[in-house]
């Protein structure tokens, strides 16, 4: 089946410091991937849809200037948090569509940030 | 606006079979998904159901569609041990929209 890999799976950074997670589609290409973020023992947010070889679209309230994605590849799309604070801390989720074979997305296993 | 939502706790007995509800409020949904999330990991997709359908099985998944009320719940039969986590409820008008979860239910099994 499809996999969906991120790097890092758990990050501790200090405040004030960028971080960089990848989000790989294994065996598909992806032209769109999604961002999600996921507070302790809530829901699933999503923050970005990450487009192959063009700018990503942010939902409302997601500072695009803090999150910033590239998706330079079909196979690989990255989120940089800048300057992380602490509140930054969260569970980020991305996801991927293959178009060619399935119908759905398929969710990476996730990526711990804690910012001290 | 779109939402989606769910119970946040269920407690059931080993081997008695668990009822999760979902509610939507998109007309435009049509892909419905149920997902699971164990302790400190990722998401799972369980099954997913088209809006055209009313009912979908896999195993020991029943997932049943009411789309006039917008209601999914997913039925989880002889439930183990193993089935303990959080189940969440999405939706999404296409494979390459982007997903809306409910807040996830958590299911616990108690022996």
């Known amino acids: 089946g499809a996999v969906v890999s991120q790097h890092p799976s758990r990050v501790i950074c200090k405040s004030g410091t960028s971080v960089k997670i990848e989000c790989r589609s294994l065996?598909?290409?992806?032209?769109?991937m999604f961002w999600y973020r996921q507070f302790p023992k809530k829901s699933l947010m999503l923050m970005a849809t990450s487009n192959e070889g063009s700018k990503a679209t942010y939902e409302q309230g997601v500072e695009k200037d803090k999150f910033l994605i590239n998706h330079a590849s079909l196979t690989l799309s990255t989120l940089t948090v800048t300057s992380a604070h602490p509140e930054d801390s969260s569970f980020y989720i991305c996801s991927a569509s293959d178009y060619a074979s399935t119908d759905t997305q398929y969710f990476g296993p996730g990526t711990r940030l804690t910012v001290l | 606006g779109e939402d989606v939502e769910q119970s946040l706790f269920l407690s059931v007995r080993e081997g008695d079979s668990s009822v999760i509800n979902c509610t939507y409020t998109?007309?435009?949904?049509?892909?419905l998904y149920w997902y699971k999330q164990e302790p400190g990991a990722g998401l799972q997709l369980l099954t997913y159901i088209f809006s055209n359908m009313d009912m979908k099985q896999d195993q020991r998944l029943t997932v049943l569609l009411n789309k006039k009320d917008k209601h999914l719940s997913l039925r989880i039969a002889d439930t183990q041990t193993g089935d303990s986590a959080i189940y969440f409820c999405a939706e999404s008008e296409s494979s390459a929209s982007k997903i809306i979860f409910g807040s996830g239910t958590r299911l616990s099994i108690r022996p």
């Open positions: 998109d007309s435009s949904s049509t892909y």
């Open positions: 065996d598909f290409q992806a032209t769109t």
